[in-house]
C-alpha cells in the first residue's frame, strides 16, 4: 500500500531542506501525538545510519517500530525504513527546486506486510486508502505552510 503528497512550497530549495531535516522537530510531532521516541545509535540525524525507537497505539493496539535513516541526498531529500509488528514502511521525502523560490515537496510511504495478521491490516487500510491520503495531504500542507511563513 502507498500513500503519497506532494506540495508547492513558496521557499527556495535549501530553506526547505533545512526544515525537512530538523528531525528534533519531527520528533517532537510525534511526542505531542502520544508517540514516544527514542534516537538510539552514535550515529546523529541526517547522517545516513540515524536510528530511532517509537512506541504508539493505534486503534487500542501497541506498536513498536524501528526506524532507521537509511539515504540522504544532502539538499535533495532522504529515505527512512521503518519495522514493527510485522510491517515494513518505506519513507521517502524528495526535494525538486521548481523556480530559485519554488520547490516541490514530494512525500510517500509504502507499506509492506510481512505477516498475516499485516496483511489484513494492510487490506483494511486499502478501504480506507483515500482518506488516509486526504488526511496526509492536510498534514504536509500544515506543515508547508509553516515553512513558507516569514519568520
Known amino acids: 500500500m502507498k500513500l503519497s503528497s506532494q506540495k508547492t512550497v513558496d521557499a527556495p530549495i535549501s530553506d526547505v531542506f533545512a526544515a525537512i531535516s530538523d ?3 519531527f520528533e517532537a510531532m510525534l511526542s505531542d501525538r502520544g508517540t514516544k521516541i527514542e534516537r538510539f545509535g552514535d550515529i546523529a540525524p541526517p547522517s545516513v545510519g540515524a536510528e530511532w525507537t517509537a512506541r504508539f497505539k493505534w486503534h487500542d493496539r501497541p506498536y513498536d517500530v524501528r526506524a532507521e535513516l537509511i539515504s540522504v541526498d544532502p539538499g535533495q ?3 527512512i525504513e521503518s519495522k514493527g509488528n ?3 514502511c518505506m519513507a521517502v521525502v524528495d526535494l525538486q527546486a521548481m523556480s530559485t523560490s ?6 510517500s510511504f509504502d507499506f509492506m506486510a510481512m505477516t498475516f495478521a499485516s ?6 487500510l486499502r478501504l480506507t486508502g483515500s482518506s488516509l491520503n486526504r ?3 492536510k498534514r504536509v500542507a500544515a506543515y508547508t505552510s509553516k515553512i ?3 519568520a
Not at 519554488?102 to 512525500?107: A, I, K, P, S
Not at 496483511?119 to 483494511?124: A, F, G, N, S, V
Open 135 to 137: 488526511r496526509l495531504d
Open 102 to 107: 519554488q520547490t516541490r515537496l514530494f512525500v
Open 86 to 88: 510485522g510491517l515494513v
Open 148 to 150: 513558507t511563513r516569514p
Open 77 to 79: 531529500g532522504y529515505a
Open 119 to 124: 496483511k489484513l491490516l494492510l487490506q483494511t
Open 23 to 25: 528531525f528534533d522537530e
